[in-house]
């Protein structure tokens, strides 16, 4: 996979103010599934429905972000070793990064399954609302392992400089999402479970996506299965770059749940 831009030659604030705001553009359509769901649950389902969509959409916005931030060490650490020409070091980073992640996702997974129902009842959901927002929260929370796995993917190109393919891949699949609301939604009349498993399926078809391209293009340095494995001190230089991310945007998105809770 070739680079089209170079962020260690020629001018800096060009190359780098290209890079980020496909970055920011990402981030903010991964964060706008919630929004979507609950355009389309307005128009279509119950006053409860809203108010469920709108709950767990916020809980789920702060595990994309807790994920966002960690993914942010895989990033830093590819690009470093890409800009140093270790192609080996840096296999090995992502081999390493998806031991990690797919931790992290078993164990978020876990986690939301088994605390949605405090979790809704922490957040002041009314009564007639209840049920729905924790079967919102549940089915979302199922496909974490797609949200990890996207934004796993979306290190990697933003670590080779290419931070255009992971909007794009976001692009389509919100576009996608808007889709499977209407469909799953408006057409079938599912409320707001149709509004959690189309999220979920348009999650799982930006990770299609950005192994469709990876396949495609190939990686500037070896990579294989053999790679894929639990390398503590590389999982660990992850987590000390990403974990601080992490935190901070945690803090954020916890603020606004208490608000939502009050």
Request: glycine share 10%.
């Amino acid at each position: 996979m070739d680079s089209k831009r170079s962020l260690t030659e020629g001018k800096i604030l060009p190359a780098l103010t290209g890079f980020a705001l496909p970055v920011l553009l990402a981030l903010f359509l991964q964060t706008a599934y919630g929004a979507v769901d609950l355009w389309v649950v307005s128009k279509y389902a119950a006053d409860f429905d809203i108010s469920a969509v709108s709950t767990g959409s916020w809980l789920m916005y702060m595990v994309t972000t807790f994920i966002v931030g960690v993914s942010m060490g895989t990033t830093v650490l590819l690009g470093r070793h890409i800009g140093e020409k270790r192609g080996d070091e840096a296999g090995r980073v992502v081999g390493a990064s998806v031991v990690l992640f797919l931790i992290l996702g078993v164990a978020i997974t876990a986690a939301m399954q088994l605390f949605a129902v405090p979790l809704v009842r922490i957040m002041q959901t009314p009564q007639a609302a209840f049920d729905a927002t924790v079967s919102y929260v549940r089915i979302c929370s199922a496909g974490t392992v797609f949200i990890v796995a996207y934004n796993v993917l979306g290190a990697v190109f933003r670590g080779l400089g290419d931070s255009k393919m992971p909007l794009i891949t976001v692009f389509i699949a919100c576009v996608f999402n808007i889709g499977g609301d209407l469909l799953l939604v408006g057409g079938l009349g599912m409320a707001t479970a149709g509004a959690a498993i189309a999220t979920v399926a348009a999650q799982a078809l930006s990770v299609v996506i950005s192994l469709a391209v990876i396949r495609r293009r190939g990686l500037p340095f070896e990579f294989s299965i053999r790679r894929i494995g639990f390398d503590r001190r590389r999982m660990l230089s992850v987590l000390r770059i990403g974990f601080p991310v992490a935190f901070q945007d945690m803090l954020v998105s916890i603020s606004f749940l208490v608000i939502t809770a009050i």
